[in-house]
């Protein structure tokens, strides 16, 4: 078993708080309308639901961007120690211009669904694929991506 980091993403500070804020300011923004608003009870209840659920998001951005990814030898792995996608488990890396994938990341396909698990702003996984992307660095994210491409290349 390598444990070896041989790449590493995480979210700066800036962009991390930046994302944080704006969810906040939105969540803010969408009670009000909510309370305020001299709209139908239904639309009041709807934008005061929109604003609950923007403030969860925010708060779980937070949490999740203090965690960073890592890639090492097996595969990748949060810095919690949770298991994103092992070598084995991976198919195919696309980092495509249409791929569908997270802002300054990419997308992994697995050969097999896998359990679905959201760390906003940092990765998230559905059925077959993996996205790694959203509020951090793209140039370390072009260097994980290029180091997961040679290690899948080796692999073959």
């Known amino acids: 078993m390598e444990t070896d980091i041989i790449a590493v993403i995480e979210a700066s500070a800036f962009r ?3 994302a944080v804020v704006t969810l906040a300011a939105v969540s803010v923004l969408l009670i009000y309308a909510g309370i305020g608003a001299g709209a139908e009870l ?3 209840v709807c934008a005061v639901a929109l604003g609950a659920m923007s403030a969860l998001i925010a708060v779980r951005l ?3 961007t203090g965690h960073r990814i890592e890639l090492t030898g097996d595969g990748l792995r949060d810095s919690s120690g949770l298991a994103i996608a092992t070598l084995d488990e ?3 890396l696309d980092r495509g211009l249409l791929a569908f994938k997270p802002t300054n990341g990419f997308v992994l396909r697995t050969h097999a669904p896998t359990a679905r698990c959201w760390r906003p702003g940092l990765w998230w996984r559905f059925g077959r694929r993996v996205g790694i992307g959203g509020v951090v660095s793209g140039p370390q994210a072009k260097y ?3 180091r997961l491409a040679e ?3 080796a692999r073959a």
């Open 16 to 18: 991390r708080w930046m």
């Open 42 to 44: 239904l639309l009041q």
């Open 62 to 64: 937070h949490r999740a």
């Open 90 to 92: 991976i198919a195919a």
């Open 144 to 146: 994980m991506a290029d």
């Open 151 to 153: 290690l899948l290349a």
